[in-house]
């Protein structure tokens, strides 16, 4: 273990913007860890046949993730994806809430104000876990059938495989705890459709069921009364190869009729509109230029209650990851986690969302946009590196999803269709009719349920007809 350091404040205050926002860190160069001294019961390992599969089993905590489930899951997690045993991998939850409510955001910061170091080797060890499972080359099966929010997405969007169900809950709520994103949340978020990933992670707003896979959260709906002949399907398989289990999965799709694509078509114009400014003054102002309605009231107010230094900080960063590969992203996060876990308002968010009864409304510093700028975040945030880099089991890395093409298409993916910029339309030309698109599309996916829903609702958002054919809004 590399030489790994907790920083630390006297005042952690933003009262004086201009001073240090930490003062001095603790050293945990001696700091050792045992494997045999870590409790197996929160995360259960199976064998069955071809198929390996964790279960997340902490119920009375909705199965939050602490450092020893990280740490538990790593280790195996390497030994089975090496396995020629092992033919696919399975990752769910046990219990009421299912999949997992994310981090055990309590615990850490106790572990932060008691200066214990495992507050800072939870992430450390956590990205290494999303390193892993972003680059594993066994088939990787997630099981999202319940809650599925915050740092518990870590565990599942990196990977190839994403089922919701319709108990599927994902939210980004740690913007609301006067926290910050991590488990590589700003490089896959930066990369849905348009200001899809900017508007869940500034708002903390819910995605719920079929919903969740239509906006690329999931891969794959399929009901929860066949996730079990699923798994049995699934460990009788005797090939790793993803393109059968992409088969496989789509046997059990559940084909829903839905009057939306993830979103209402105006709320994707309007989060599109007023979500792709680069300042939360200048995404409030879009706002207050739409015509009034519940939603604007409603997803201004979610803007103007949230930590303003998270919501600035926050959304710097997400225009930063489009540009950045994951371990780059991850190194992004884990220095700025490192600022957070000393900031008031980490600490302010988490108390009186957890700790405090009756929970009460967090009291943030400063707690108007204006008290803090975009120089400031700078200064404090971006421009000196924390004490501790990023120390990652291995050099892999990458910028794109090598198994994207088991979700839906993307809008860039139809937009380079239309325009014919894509590389594969350079000799015969763009796509120039609607239904040529949603042909092609199908085609390329394999007839997958979906994948013409969707284009569809692209090209009905984002083209125009002309008699020269379909032209790019």
């Known amino acids: 273990m590399s030489r790994l350091s907790l920083i630390l404040s006297k005042n952690i205050l933003h009262s004086n913007i201009k001073r240090p926002l930490y003062t001095r860190f603790i050293s945990t160069e001696h700091h050792q860890h045992f494997q045999h001294d870590l409790p197996e019961t929160h995360v259960l390992h199976r064998k069955l046949s071809g198929a390996r599969m ?9 199965n939050a993730l602490n450092l020893n489930m990280i740490r538990n899951i790593g280790p195996q997690l390497k030994a089975w994806d090496v396995s020629k045993l092992a ?16 981090d055990d955001i309590l615990d850490i910061l106790i572990k932060a104000k008691e200066k214990d170091p495992d507050a800072l080797y939870f992430f450390q060890d956590k990205f290494g876990l999303v390193q892993m499972i972003a680059t594993l080359q066994t088939p990787y099966v997630s099981v999202l059938d319940g809650y599925a929010l915050g740092g518990a997405l870590g565990l599942f969007v990196h990977g190839p495989f994403r089922i919701a169900t319709e108990k599927t809950i994902f939210a980004i709520p740690e913007i609301g705890l006067g926290a910050f994103l991590n488990s590589g949340s700003s490089f896959y978020l930066s990369r849905l459709d348009g200001e899809i990933g900017t508007y869940l992670a500034l708002t903390g707003e819910r995605l719920e069921g079929i919903d969740t896979f239509f906006t690329g959260i999931a891969t794959h709906y399929i009901p929860s009364s066949r996730l079990a002949a699923l798994e049995d399907r699934l460990i009788d398989l005797e090939t790793s190869e993803h393109e059968i289990i992409q088969r496989v999965l789509e046997k059990f799709v559940e084909k829903k009729p839905t009057d939306k694509i993830g979103f209402k078509a105006e709320t994707r114009e309007i989060i599109d509109r007023c979500f792709q400014y680069n300042t939360a003054q200048e995404i409030i102002n879009a706002l207050d230029n739409e015509k009034p309605t519940t939603w604007i009231r409603q997803t201004k107010q979610k803007l103007l209650s949230v930590s303003p230094t998270s919501l600035k900080v926050t959304l710097k960063s997400l225009r930063k990851a489009k540009h950045m590969s994951l371990v780059e992203c991850l190194a992004m996060e884990f ?14 968010g988490v108390e009186a969302t957890f700790l405090d009864k009756p929970r009460r409304k967090p009291q943030w ?26 120390s990652l089991p291995s050099k892999l890395d990458l910028r794109k999803y090598p198994y994207a093409r088991f979700a839906l298409p993307t809008q860039e993916e139809v937009r380079l269709a239309v325009t014919g910029e894509g590389p594969e339309f350079k000799m015969e030309g763009r796509l120039k009719e609607q239904d040529e698109v949603i042909t092609w599309f199908e085609n390329g996916h394999k007839n997958k349920w979906g994948v013409k829903e969707k284009v569809l609702d ?8 002309t008699p020269e054919g379909l032209v790019w809004k």
């Open 54 to 62: 964790f279960v997340l089993n902490r119920p009375e905590k909705l």
């Open 87 to 102: 033919k696919v991998i399975i990752m769910k939850g046990a219990g009421k809430g299912k999949f997992s409510v994310g």
């Open 335 to 348: 220095d700025l986690i490192q600022k957070f876990l000393v900031t008031k308002d980490f600490h302010e």
């Open 365 to 390: 510093q400063p707690p108007q946009l204006a008290g803090i700028t975009e120089d400031d975040i700078d200064q404090l945030y971006f421009l000196e590196p924390s004490p501790n880099p990023l």
């Open 458 to 465: 692209i090209l009905n958002r984002k083209t125009k007809s």
